[in-house]
Each structure stands twice: as C-alpha cells, then as structure tokens.
C-alpha cells in the first residue's frame, strides 16, 4: 500500500499506477465523448441534504432486505467483467469480500471466474452473511443463455440480473485505440470455446469487446425475452439498464422483480441523463410495484444516501470494487466496502436518520440553478 486511502479516488489513483494501461482504460472509459460519464457523479451535486436535528442518533441501523435477502448495508456490489485483469484472484476475492462485508455481490457473465468458482469462494470464507446475484447476457443461441441460468439456479444464485441496454457495445474510444482484448493467460470462465470466452487471438483494429458482441450476443432482444426468460426460470428476474418511466411500466406490466436503474456505467450510449437524474421517474412510475435499484456514479455515502431519499431501495458500484480490487485484492475490497460503509453511517446520523426506514424524500432537496442576477 503506498498510502494512506481515505476515499474512493485515493484508490482510484493507486489503481491507475499498478494496472497496465489498456486494463485502467478498459475499466475507467465511458462511451464517445464521456459526457454521461461525468455527468453521472457531478448529478450527485445536484442534490443537497436537509438534515433534521436532536433526533438521538446513538445508534444507526444500516441492514436493509434485497430481494428477502438480510444485508448489512443497503449498497451492493454491481456486475463488472473480467476481474481478474484486476487481481489474480478476481471475482472469487470480490465474493470473500461481500461475504465479509455482509453485501449483495452481482456476478458477471463475462466474468474470468465461473459461477461455482465464485458461489464456492462466497460459501466456504468467514462470515454470515453475503448473497449472490447472477448478471445475465442473452446470446443469440438461447440454449447457451439457459445453460447459464440453469448452472446459476443450481449453484444457489439468488436472482437474474438481465442488462436490457447492450444489443451491440457502446463505442469507448480507448478500446477502439487499444485494439482491448484480454490478457492472453485469461478467458472468461463461464464458456468452453475460445469464441464465447473472449480469447481468440485477433479482433482486428476495433475493441476486441466491441467484436465479440456483434458477434455473440442478441440485437434483437425484446419484451417477449423477458416473458420467455420468466418462463424458464424459478428465480426473480431484474432488468438492469432503465432510464425512463415509460420503459419501467412495461417492465411491471411483464412481471419483473425489479429495476436496476443504470446506463451502464455511461459505457453505451453517451448523452443520456445521470441515473440519478431519473431515478424518481422510474420510481413514480412502478407506484410500489417492484423495488427500484440504481447505479452510477456512487463515490461516496452522501451519494448512497441521496439515491435511497429519491427511492432506490439499494445502491450496487463498479468501478470503485475493481479499485479496491487493483489495490489489495479481497482486503482492498472489503477496505472500500467498509468505508463506504461508514460514510453511510455517517451521513445517516448526521442526517437525523436512524435506519434505512427512516430516509425519506424530504431528506433531499434539489439545488435551485436559477440566477439570482
């Protein structure tokens, strides 16, 4: 450890020197010109906190349910590819990390650890509590995409989480400049063929990533897919990538679990609003009907807070885990988990809030742009 982390970007910075360059781009661009990318956490300063006072804040509760699971905290832990460019422990250490923690753990289908590999690291590390969550990709060929649900189902995954917003990869210009593929002693774990597992040796002068999208997974994904998905699972499906009321209404009307509010981390198409920004649109638009999540942007409790006040029952990160990861594998990750943490708990007290119950929409205010000139 070369310093003292005391916030996100400290791990950040730390990230950028010990990841090779291609890994850091990979991990850290968005799509075009990172206009969302940005935007994503400047939203959070678009919302100011109005706290209440003597309201015996001795103790704070942070445990909340996510989909009838206990956890310890309301921010979990989002899908992120291929960890192991980041830790040669990969998505087994980020899972002894949740478990630790006491977190939700949302596991890649691009991961470079399989779905056993990491529920068998999750199980057997200390702890009581952690639960899992599988991110799900629909191929073009659908009895691929159920082989997975079915090795998820069997291994104790607790929900499919199914990005609804990738039908071809957003272009991310460090990629393209990059030529991005994966290092050579690495694949992802979860398919046999050296096409599925991203290890070819050649993807030409664009993202290697970019190539193997158009190639393997659906663009003509549809509502009839999540009927078809229901169909063929016993666990809750989620769609993750909303980012208006109109879709969300038809994801209730389809019999979703849940919405994941997310532009993907700003990495597909740029020019879209900060998740945080449509948040309460998704929100008001289900009336109660499923649980609303969110993600982007999130570096901070205050921001886990401001998302919980505008009605995400919890919060998942990205890019800050694969830092911590960069880091101190499983120890850098449950450090950044543990602050997050605290910084919750923070906020909360100094917010006059004793629990997650207690957070409520009057808790947020908007920041009024208006000149007074």
């Not at 980020?94 to 949302?106: E, F, I, S």
């Not at 999540?226 to 969300?248: E, F, M, Q, S, Y």
């Amino acid at each position: 450890m070369s310093g003292l982390r005391v916030c996100v970007s400290d791990f950040e910075e730390e990230a950028k020197r010990v990841l090779p360059k291609a890994v850091y781009d990979y991990y850290r661009s968005g799509a075009d010109g990172q206009s969302t990318l940005a935007d994503n956490v400047a939203a959070f300063n678009r919302w100011c906190l109005i706290p209440r006072v003597l309201r015996d804040v001795s103790v704070v509760d942070l445990s909340v349910s996510v989909l009838g699971q206990k956890l310890s905290m309301p921010l979990c832990v989002g899908s992120t590819a291929m960890q192991r460019m980041a830790h040669p422990a990969g998505e087994t250490a980020t899972a002894r990390a949740c478990k630790a923690v006491g977190t939700g753990m949302m596991l890649s289908s691009w991961a470079t650890s399989s779905i056993e590999e990491v529920m068998s690291a999750m199980t057997s590390s200390p702890g009581s509590g952690g639960v899992l969550w599988m991110q799900l990709y629909i191929y073009k060929d659908r009895e691929l995409t159920l082989s997975l649900v079915r090795r998820a189902e069997k291994a104790g995954y607790k929900a499919l989480f199914v990005t609804v917003d990738t039908p071809y990869l957003g272009k991310r210009l460090d990629d393209v400049r990059n030529r991005f593929k994966m290092p050579s002693h690495l694949r992802m774990s979860n398919f046999s063929s050296a096409s599925l597992s991203f290890s070819e040796g050649d993807y030409g002068n664009d993202s290697g990533l970019a190539v193997y999208v158009a190639n393997a997974i659906e663009p003509a994904l549809s509502w009839d897919d999540i009927t078809w998905l229901k169909k063929h699972t016993r666990l809750p499906v989620i769609i993750k990538g909303v980012l208006n009321g109109l879709d969300a209404v038809q994801a209730v009307n389809y019999g979703v679990s849940g919405i994941l509010v997310s532009n993907h981390g700003a990495r597909q198409l740029d020019g879209v609003p900060a998740t945080l920004d449509v948040l309460e649109e998704v929100v008001k638009a289900v009336q109660g009907r499923c649980d609303v999540y969110m993600d982007g942007g999130v570096r901070r409790g205050t921001d886990v807070l401001k998302a919980l006040a505008l009605g995400a029952k919890a919060v998942f990160i990205g890019r800050p885990v694969l830092w911590g990861l960069a880091c101190e594998g499983e120890q850098g990750v449950i450090e950044l988990l543990e602050l997050l943490k605290e910084e919750l708990r923070l906020a909360l007290a100094l917010s006059g809030c004793r629990s997650i119950s207690e957070v409520s929409r009057s808790l947020v205010r908007r920041v009024d742009f208006t000149s007074k000139m």
